[in-house]
T-cell receptor
């Protein structure tokens, strides 16, 4: 399977614990995005990377959240001291964007998501 | 008011009916996406368009840039089309790459 993969698919944790999610983008995709989706709502942007550089962060990404993409391939999203309000689906997407931002390469491909439940 | 609004929020129809889901947005965009999300969460991209019309099988997507409006049509709907359909836009601001999503339309097709 050459699509975007996420691990784990489901995570149940107790309030106050730290959790880490992993996203493996489509090979050679240089952009990687994290979104969060709460029940009944559309996804909301959290952050995105161009290769290993984190270029934009949403105000939704509090200081308890940190994302990395150390080698420009896979990415991790860590939530420290989880709260019940962090319960959501965390979605990862990737895209291939060339230097001139050619439109045809900007489509984002989504992973299956990691569903987090904080008890 | 959200930057991307979809209507209806919920839609139930009988198998075979023609389905239309609407999306209106308030910002200048470089692209609009229609996405499909099945129970369990996985999102599949159906269309990405910036003008005109695209067709794939029984699905048709149209966009009117002047009116800031897009529609997704499903012809000869089938129960397997039941899913949440999400409209998302990418800002026209240079460098902006994030998608802004509508709240989704939950479609249920009954046999």
């Amino acid at each position: 399977d050459t699509g975007v993969s996420q691990d784990p698919r489901h995570k149940i944790t107790k309030r106050g614990q730290n959790v880490t999610f992993r996203c493996d983008p489509i090979s050679e995709h240089n952009r990687l995005y994290w979104y969060r989706q709460t029940l009944g709502q559309g996804p909301e942007f959290l952050t995105y990377f161009q290769n290993e550089a984190q270029l934009e962060k949403s105000r939704l990404l509090s200081d308890r959240f940190s994302a990395e993409r150390p080698k420009g391939s896979f990415s991790t999203l860590e939530i420290q001291r989880t709260e019940q309000g962090d319960s959501a689906m965390y979605l990862c997407a990737s895209s291939l964007t060339d230097r001139d931002f050619q439109f045809s390469y900007n489509e984002q491909f989504f992973g299956p998501g990691t569903r987090l439940t904080v008890l | 008011k959200n930057e991307v609004e979809q209507s209806p929020q919920n839609l139930t129809a009988q198998e075979g009916e023609f389905i239309t889901i609407n999306c209106s947005y308030s910002v200048g965009i470089s692209a609009l996406h229609w996405l499909q999300q099945h129970p369990g969460g996985g999102i599949v991209s159906l269309f990405m368009l910036s003008s005109g019309k695209k067709k794939h099988g029984r699905l048709i997507a149209t966009i009117n840039i002047q009116e800031k409006h897009s529609s997704l049509h499903i012809t000869a709907s089938h129960p397997r089309d039941s899913a949440v359909y999400i409209c998302a836009v990418r800002s026209r601001i240079q460098g902006a790459q994030k998608l802004v999503f509508g709240q989704g339309t939950r479609l249920t097709i009954n046999p």
